[in-house]
Structures are given as C-alpha cells and as structure tokens.
C-alpha cells in the first residue's frame, strides 16, 4: 500500500489535508511547516505551485501565488522542498498542486519522473478536467504518482466516470465558485457528498470554502477528510512576520500548529 | 496532451477549465450545436446581422492609399461600419441569441479595449439581459470613453486589479465569477480562444466577414484576393475574414500581431512570433511566458491586442504555415492610422491599422494588378486621446 492510502487508514476522522502556497512567505518556512504539520498528524499535504493566472483560486490563495511568484518560486523549488522534509524524515504524504502551464514546461515526464524519486505521494491540476487528463493519468500510473481528480457539485451525470478513473482520493468542491474562505454552504451540499461517497471506490476528500472547526466536523460526517486551503495560507500570511524571525519563529509555527489541531475539534 | 478531437485545432484547443465549468462548457457546446441546425436561431441572427448591425458592410476599394503604396490594389472589409464601430458585434449577437434561448439572464464578459464589452452591453440592453463586465483597471484609464458608453448601456463595468491589470487579468476575473454564478451566468467570450466550444463558436460567428468580403470581391473583380490581411490580438476578427479563404490555396492569409516596442524587446504582444506552446485560459495554444510556464505582461499601445495569448486555430494555423505571421510596431501602426485618415478619410481603430501597416507593406511587393483584402475590425474614435498623448509626445 502507498504512503498515501496507508495515511488514510491509519489516521481516524476527521482527516485533515492542509493547503500550503510553497515559499510564503520564504522555502524554510514551507519545510518547517510540513514537518510539524507530519507531526501534528495531518493525513496528508498539498503543496502548491504559484502561477501568474490562477483562474480557480480566490483571493487568499492568488494573493499568496503572487508573494511566491515575487520570490520566483518554481516547479523545481517545490519538488526541492519535498526532497528536503524527506530528507528530515518526514513521511506525510505530499501532494504536488498546479496549474497544468508550470507542468509542462517543466516536462511532464521529468516532473513525475523526479516527484517520484523525491517521494511526492500525489498531483493536483486545478486546470485539468477528467475529459482532457488521459495522457497525464497515464504517466502518472507510470510514475506511481495519483492524479487526483474533482468532481464538483455541477459534476452531474459525470460523477461515476470520475470517480472510477481518480487516483489516490476524489476531491470534492464544496460549492460554485473559487477557493476562499466561505461562511455557510448549501443545505444540498450533504446529498450531493454522500452520491459522491457511494459512488467512490477511494477515499473522498472535499475543499473550497472549509474555514472552521464547525465546517469540518459537518463536513466529516459525510466524506473522509477534509481540505483547509484559504484559512490556513491566511493565517500563515498574518504571522509572516514572526515567521521570518529565527527568534520567533517557533512560537509562530505552534500557533499554526495550534489552529489545524482545532480545527479535528 | 490527449487524442486529437472535433474540440482541437491539430494539437491546439482543448478545454482546460476548472471541472465546475465542464458542465457548463458541454452544455453550452451542445445547445451551440442545436441552435446552428435551427432555421429560425439563424433567421432571428440574419435578421439581426441586417436590420441592427447594418450587414452587409461595405467593402471599398482605397485608391488614394493604392496610389501612395505604388503596388497592389488594396480593398478594405469594413467592420468598423458595424453597429457600435467593430467585428465584435458579430459574435455578441450570436452568443445572446443562444444565451436567451438558453434561458440565461446574465452574461459576463472581459473586455480589453473595451469594444467587446460595448458589443456584450448593447447586445444585453436589446435583449434585456443583465450585464457585467471585467475589464483590467490600466485599460478602464486608457479606454474612459468605452467605459462610459458601457455603463449608459445598462452594464456594470467591473475593474480588476490584479495582475497586470490588462486583458489577460479581466479573462481571469471573468472565468472565476462565471464558477461563481455558472447556473444562471452566460459566459460571453470575445475572441476565438477560451475551452472548446469557445473557439469554434466565435469563429463561426465572425466568419461572415470573410464571406461577405468574398462575395463582394467575386462581384466587383471577379475574382478572389491574392493575399488577405488581419490583425490578431485574441484572433477572431482575423479567423471571420480567413475562414472563407482557407481552403483557397492560391490565396496567401496573413496575420498582423502587435509589435509594441519592437520584437526585439519585451514589449509586444506577439504571442505567435514569439511566445511557445502552453495553456492559458483554457485552451492550448502559443502564450508568452517565462521558462517556468508563467504568462507575461503583454504590450501594445493598442488595448485590444495587448494579450498574451491567441485562438487556438491560429497557433494551428502557424505550426501548419497556411497564414504567415508578422508583426508591426507600434509607431508603424500611428503612422499607418495617418495615413489612411489623410488618403482615405478613414479614422481605423489601432488594432486595425496594424493589418493597414503590413497591407502597404505588402503592396509594395505585388503588382499593380494583385489585389490584398484587409480587415478593417473597427473604427479609431475609442483612440483619439492615445493616438494625441502619442503625437503630443512625438512634438
């Protein structure tokens, strides 16, 4: 069994996979932060890539790809990251999350071929839908790397197909619209999950929007994890500051720590 | 990249939109489809084309700037006598056709220029839909008049400010408040790019451009053009005035893209001249970016080509050789709006005079008796202040 499926089994819900922008504000930052988050039990990471054009992210999220891009962090700065924690012997799952543009003039095939050999555990392509992602899934089963697929709640007709062909776990968009922190959801949201948990023959995670310890304990009644992206680059963004100081960093880093652990409350 | 499909120009196109939009863009492809097959969709457009827009435009025949070029006889199409000053019209009527029969309420639009958006405006007022439109905040200051004319249309123009604050950043606002509101919100793009059916569809909707102008020409002459020229920002006024041409081997296409400052700077916007492969706004298709896949700034002084992407079917059409590419700078274009203000009393849009700039070129390589037919997309009044501030820093 992989590392990311064994994750699931071994942590209990509420599972929780945070979302981090890689260089905000600094790489050092990003790899203290994968380690305490391994230690504070999350189920896995996402790692993302900043793109000049970030058409699914809101504003939280296209703010932090900016910092990032400001820092000119790239495809190889990330995958350096996931080198540098496994080397630190972190061994929570991570999970590459991009824009397909960076991808590919990275080279797909030298992008899983590398993500592989580092230990990237999973990939994300906000831009990619099932009906365009054969090629890519395909390299991916050859690298041993999931792609990991959404479905969204204008998914439709099309949920079983998606579910089939998804690698890893089933990302589930909480609701219409971009990332970002959201107050409520729909009240359909809860069918909408439990068709999508029926159908799946892995593990369904769901995203956009999950801010609170409220939202994931209704959230986790109906799917096996949850995804925190906004609420989590934004408070990393307010702490910035203590962040990128030696003497005060760790102290920040236990806030951070402090809020996910919150959050499976 | 995956197999080769009807959603593909070769390689090119695709849909690589966020999977909240999938069904809506399938949707949209399916009832684009329908609506094509159905003989009153094209008589309600027909009728449209004719009695609001003003179709057939005309096509003249520029003899006082034949004259100065001392070559081929150069034709204008003249999109800029459409309602509301340029090609963009076409598409806008198609798409709020389809949208109200559909049964959306509102459409969306980016806008760079801002002639896109005033087309999505009207084409809202006349059929009384709701409108907002994104347009980046460096091009609501170059473009005030457009922004004016949108909102005593009735729509809400919205300013965004991220990124480069131009055309490219708007498409992006746009894509993401189309997720937003994709249940009851018709997406109305303005150019021959986006995911599948985007370009497909705008092009279908521009292409009587090019067959007008061939019918006029056959009418006039006798005969079809030996080269055809467009200026390509996004690309659609250029892919409405080549569609009809593409299979007429004998008759060379060429597309105008905006040298800005000269090719051999980084400002320009000459994605095909100058950009590689990747995926931007949806599509695949020639972008300019960076080594690490990030989309750069693009210039132009001309607001409607200042973007750094282009249609799929023309990075197509690139990679296949059927159109040659170029590029003219920007002062070649105010001097080419100079030029056909002073010998033919026409005031062109700056997107536009790039396609006049390379057509004088061009003529000066033929002879007397070939004949170049250009796109003329718009009219220059939404430029006068730039093409001033421009002058007035030349004195």
New interface residues.
């Given amino acids: 069994m992989n590392r990311l499926a064994s994750s699931f089994e071994e942590n209990a819900n509420p599972r929780i996979i945070p979302f981090m922008m890689t260089g905000d504000p600094h790489l050092e930052v990003t790899v203290e932060l994968i380690i305490e988050l391994g230690r504070a039990g999350v189920t896995a990471i996402e790692l993302g890539v900043p ?8 504003p939280v999220i ?1 703010a932090a790809s ?1 910092r990032a ?1 400001h820092q000119q962090i ?2 190889y700065d990330v995958l350096q990251v996931g080198k540098a924690v496994r080397d630190r012997g972190c061994n929570t799952p991570l999970i590459l999350f991009s ?8 080279g797909l095939q030298k992008l899983l071929q590398d993500a592989s050999e580092i230990g990237f555990d999973g990939l994300i392509i ?10 890519i899934r395909e390299l991916c089963m050859q690298y041993g790397i999931p792609l990991i ?8 007709q ?1 949920i079983e197909q ?1 579910v089939k062909e998804s690698q890893g776990f089933v990302y589930c ?1 909480s609701s ?3 990332t970002g922190i959201r107050s409520q959801f729909a009240p359909e949201i809860a069918s909408f999950l439990q068709t999508v948990k029926e159908k799946s023959p892995l593990p369904v995670a769901v995203g956009f929007g999950v801010a609170t310890p409220k939202h994931v304990a209704y959230f986790s009644q109906y799917v096996d994890a949850v995804i925190v992206g906004s609420a989590l680059v934004q408070l990393i963004h307010e702490k910035r500051e203590s962040l990128l100081d030696l003497d005060k960093r760790s102290y920040a880093l236990q806030d951070i720590i402090k809020f996910v652990k919150e959050l499976r409350k | 990249m995956s197999t080769y499909a009807h959603d593909r120009f070769g390689k090119f196109g695709g849909r690589y939109v966020a999977e909240t939009l999938m069904n809506a863009v399938l949707e949209l492809e399916q009832a684009f489809l329908e609506a094509i097959q159905d003989p009153s969709f094209q008589e309600d457009l027909r009728k449209l084309y004719v009695h609001y827009s003003g179709r057939p435009t005309p096509l003249t025949f520029a003899k006082r700037l034949t004259e100065y070029a001392g070559g081929a006889q150069i034709y204008l199409k003249r999109e800029d006598l459409n309602h509301t000053g340029a090609h963009k019209i076409n598409n806008t009527l198609g798409q709020a056709l389809l949208a109200k029969r559909m049964g959306k309420k509102k459409l969306i639009a980016e806008t760079g220029a801002g002639q896109h958006g005033v087309a999505t405006a009207t084409v809202a007022a006349l059929l009384d839909m709701q409108c907002h439109i994104y347009m980046g905040e460096e091009d609501i200051k170059r473009q005030q008049l457009n922004v004016f004319r949108m909102e005593l249309l009735g729509a809400k123009v919205i300013p965004v400010t991220t990124g480069s604050r131009t055309l490219k950043d708007a498409t992006n606002e746009a894509l993401r408040q189309w997720v937003a509101q994709v249940e009851d919100t018709f997406y109305l793009m303005g150019t021959v790019t986006g995911p599948h059916p985007y370009p497909q569809m705008v092009k279908y909707f521009q292409r009587i451009i090019g067959d007008e102008a061939e019918a006029q020409l056959k009418e006039r002459v006798g005969r079809l053009p030996n080269d055809v020229v467009a200026c390509v920002g996004g690309g659609s006024n250029a892919m409405g005035i080549f569609t009809a041409f593409l299979e007429e081997t004998t008759v060379r296409l060429h597309g105008v893209e905006a040298g800005g400052k000269g090719l051999h700077t980084d400002e320009h916007a000459a994605t095909l001249s100058k950009g590689s492969p990747g995926v931007l706004h949806g599509t695949y298709t020639y972008v300019i970016q960076d080594e690490y896949g990030q989309i750069q700034v693009a210039h132009s002084i001309s607001a409607g080509l200042d973007y750094p992407g282009v249609g799929p079917e023309h990075a197509y059409l690139k990679d296949s050789k059927r159109v040659k590419y170029t590029a003219v700078t920007d002062k070649e274009a105010l001097e080419a709006v100079s030029l056909l203000c002073r010998y033919e009393g026409i005031l062109p849009a700056l997107e536009s005079a790039h396609a006049v700039a390379e057509a004088i070129k061009l003529a000066r390589k033929r002879t007397k008796e070939e004949i170049i037919l250009v796109c003329l997309s718009g009219r220059g009044d939404k430029d006068v202040e730039t093409i001033r501030a421009y002058k007035g820093e030349k004195k």
Avoid: H, M
């Fill in positions: 793109f000049s054009d970030p058409t699914a992210d809101g296209q900016e891009l790239t495809c824009y397909l543009n960076p991808l590919l003039q990275y906000p831009d990619l839908p099932y009906e365009e992602s054969s090629e697929l959404f479905v969204a709640p204008t998914t439709k099309r998606i968009v219409l619209g971009t």
